[in-house]
């Protein structure tokens, strides 16, 4: 009996009860599932999320191990600098003095090197040397030496006792030598 009141009421009203409970069960349902496609897109995006999540700080580690080692590397390269500019301070002195005095190293070079000269005409032109000179190029001659010496080194005697063939095979080679 209540429930007839309450459908005769609700027609009054232009809805029949039977109708507005069904259609909000409907709704109710409708609802449902919404909320259900809306919490399974929800954790669907979590996941996803969670995924990027895992994958960026995999990658924030990664840099930063190469930040760390770029760092150590930039501490490395930086004492390496320190060290060069220290050296180049260090010979600073010594390649500002040959460049300063350049000019006096090369008067004292050219000095240096007519004394040298002069020295070496002097000792050559001394009669130690000339005998040192000529005991060494009688060495040479060997056992040609008394012929070349009686005759002149010029001469075919000597040429040909230095060649070791005769004088009429010497002579055959160098028909233009002394004495052929």
């Given at each position: ?6 459908d005769?009421?609700?027609?009054r ?5 039977m ?19 809306s ?38 390269t ?49 009669a ?6 000529e ?33 009429p ?12």
């Open positions: 009996e209540k429930m007839a009141q309450l005769a009421l609700a027609t009203r232009g809805v029949p009860m109708a507005a409970v069904s259609s909000s069960g409907l709704r109710r349902q409708a609802a449902q599932h919404d909320y259900e496609d919490m399974q897109g929800l954790k669907s995006s979590e996941a996803e999320l969670q995924e990027t999540l895992v994958n960026l700080k995999a990658t924030l580690a990664e840099k930063a191990k190469e930040l760390q080692m770029k760092n150590e590397d930039l501490v490395k930086q004492a390496e600098f320190a060290a060069l500019e220290a050296y180049l301070l260090k010979i600073k002195p010594g390649c500002e003095f040959i460049t300063t005095h350049l000019e006096m190293r090369q008067g004292a070079r050219t000095k240096e090197t007519a004394s040298l000269t002069s020295a070496k005409d002097l000792l050559k032109g001394s130690v040397y000339k005998q040192a000179e005991a060494s190029h009688q060495e040479t001659l060997g056992e040609c030496k008394d012929i070349c010496n009686e005759f002149g080194e010029a001469n075919v005697k000597c040429m040909a006792c230095l060649a070791k063939v005769t004088v095979g010497y002579c055959a080679g160098h028909p233009a030598a002394e004495g052929c």
